[in-house]
């Protein structure tokens, strides 16, 4: 439904824009009747905040003309996860003055499955002629065989802008890799790797080392 929204698809209009078929049904059905709940209720979900908005601005050009007068300047951050409301939103609010800036990298485009688009980005300077693009490829924090290893990666994405990581820093350390059956795997592989490195070097403490993880859960293994 959250998807629908951000395409602007109505629950009507649902099976047509997404395909036929028993769970298609099944969903535009809930969602004609989560939207009549809204409607009862006088309320609005999050993509309606965007949806609503949106609307209001093209069907009243002179309410548009009061906000897009409002912002001279607008900036964008994490730009290649934004979806086509989104996108929608920023172009109508950048209408009068057209001085938007956005900040993002399409190798970093990661959340498709919530309905973004990488397009956005990709075509910034095609839905804005006059855009300058500026490729920050310096990198202050990382080694060189990090980068060397990331830009072999990324050199493999189909949709992206050409770019080339580098830095000042040192080679560091060769990069290493080790794929766990599950969580208990790699926290015990974690636990032996600190194991061996501090009994290699006795100068190093527990509190010298920190473990990165995707979602706080992992943190129980």
Same mark, same amino acid.
């Given at each position: 439904?959250?998807?629908?929204?951000?395409?602007? =698809? #109505?629950?009507?209009?649902?099976?047509?824009?997404?395909?036929?078929?028993?769970?298609?049904?099944? %969903?535009?059905? %809930?969602?004609?009747?989560?939207? #009549?709940?809204?409607?009862?209720?006088?309320?609005?979900?999050?993509?309606?905040?965007?949806?609503?908005?949106?609307?209001?601005?093209?069907?009243?050009?002179?309410?548009?003309?009061?906000?897009?007068?409002?912002?001279?300047?607008? *900036?964008?951050?994490?730009?290649?996860?934004?979806?086509?409301?989104?996108?929608?939103? =920023?172009?109508?609010?950048?209408?009068?003055?057209?001085?938007?800036?956005?900040?993002?990298?399409?190798? /970093?485009?990661?959340?498709?499955?919530?309905?973004?688009?990488?397009?956005? !980005?990709?075509?910034?300077?095609?839905?804005?002629?006059?855009?300058?693009?500026?490729?920050?490829?310096?990198?202050?924090?990382?080694?060189?065989?990090?980068?060397?290893?990331?830009?072999?990666? %990324?050199?493999?994405?189909?949709?992206?802008?050409?770019?080339?990581?580098?830095?000042?820093?040192?080679?560091?350390?060769? %990069?290493?890799?080790?794929?766990?059956?599950?969580?208990?795997?790699?926290?015990?592989?974690?636990?032996? /790797?600190?194991?061996?490195? *501090? #009994?290699?070097?006795?100068?190093?403490?527990?509190?010298?080392?920190?473990?990165? *993880?995707? !979602?706080?859960?992992?943190?129980?293994?």
């Amino acid at each position: 439904i959250s998807k629908a929204k951000d395409h602007r =698809v #109505s629950p009507d209009a649902f099976c047509k824009h997404f395909g036929r078929d028993v769970r298609n049904e099944q %969903i535009a059905k %809930i969602y004609a009747r989560y939207d #009549s709940a809204l409607r009862e209720a006088n309320a609005l979900d999050f993509d309606d905040m965007i949806l609503k908005t949106v609307e209001l601005f093209e069907n009243h050009p002179e309410i548009l003309a009061k906000y897009a007068g409002r912002f001279r300047y607008i *900036m964008v951050d994490e730009y290649q996860d934004t979806n086509p409301l989104q996108y929608r939103l =920023v172009a109508l609010l950048a209408s009068k003055f057209g001085n938007i800036c956005v900040v993002g990298d399409d190798d /970093q485009s990661i959340y498709g499955w919530r309905g973004a688009i990488v397009e956005n !980005i990709l075509e910034f300077d095609t839905e804005f002629p006059n855009a300058k693009v500026y490729k920050l490829e310096r990198n202050y924090r990382s080694t060189k065989k990090i980068l060397q290893l990331a830009n072999c990666i %990324i050199a493999n994405n189909t949709e992206r802008r050409e770019k080339e990581l580098w830095t000042d820093n040192a080679d560091g350390v060769k %990069i290493e890799t080790f794929v766990g059956t599950d969580e208990n795997n790699e926290a015990t592989y974690t636990a032996l /790797q600190i194991k061996s490195l *501090m #009994s290699r070097n006795s100068a190093l403490k527990y509190s010298d080392f920190a473990v990165f *993880m995707r !979602i706080n859960a992992l943190s129980r293994a």
